[in-house]
Structures are given as C-alpha cells and as structure tokens.
C-alpha cells in the first residue's frame, strides 16, 4: 500500500516536499513514479526513481526545479518541488512496480500499485 502526502497550497515561486510511503508489502529494488493530473487534462509523467535509487528520471517541465531521492530505511520517496509554478497545479500520484522495465519508467501503465493522490494547489 502507497500513502501520498505533503500537499497544500502554496504561492507561485515556493516549495512543497510530497511524500510516498510504502506499508503492508515489501518492493524488491522497486521503482517508484510520480505522475499529477490537473483537471481536464490526462495523468502525465513527472520523475521517477528507478529501481530503489540507481537512477533517477524527470519530465522535462520540472527538470532543474523538482527533485526525486529516497529513504529506504523508512521505504518512502520524496518529491521536492521548488520554484512552484501556477500550472504546476494538481492532483499528485505515486506508484510503485518492482518489474517496470526501464523504456516504460514514464508509462502509468508500466506501475501496479497507486497511492491514493495528494493536492498540490500553485496560487500566482
């Protein structure tokens, strides 16, 4: 089970670390994705931290501003968002797979375990 946190709302230019927590199952070196859908718009790909840390993957709109690292002592994975932008705006999910092969790391279809989502609200 997947447990996403750290959402709020915060002002254009600040900073959010989001959350994702694994509880109840244990993941072999897994990878864990995070993915936001604003309203009306599809879920997209935003990093991804790539069998327990040896590689790290960004979408290129939060490339230099987000940040994805891990705790495996306390199996969790964070997002830190600096440099918030108003479309930055979202629901955001974490997912998690222990045999997502490396050409579907941006793939949803490629995860087998969704947390529940967070908000992320960016007012300008």
């Known amino acids: 089970q997947l447990q996403a946190s750290g959402g709020g709302l915060v002002q254009a230019g600040g900073s959010l670390r989001l959350s994702c927590a694994a509880s109840g199952q244990t993941f072999s070196r897994p990878t864990i994705g995070w993915f936001r859908q604003a309203p009306g718009k599809e879920r997209e790909f935003v990093a991804a931290?790539?069998?327990?840390?040896?590689?790290?993957f960004y979408a290129q709109s939060v490339k230099g501003r987000f940040t994805i690292s891990g705790d495996n002592g306390k199996n969790t994975v964070y997002l830190t968002m600096n440099s918030l932008r108003p479309e930055d705006t979202a629901v955001y999910y974490c997912a998690a797979s222990s045999s997502i092969i490396l050409s579907n790391v941006r793939e949803s279809r490629g995860y087998n375990s969704w947390g529940q989502g967070t908000q992320v609200t960016v007012s300008s």
């Open positions: 931290f790539w069998r327990g840390g040896s590689n790290t």
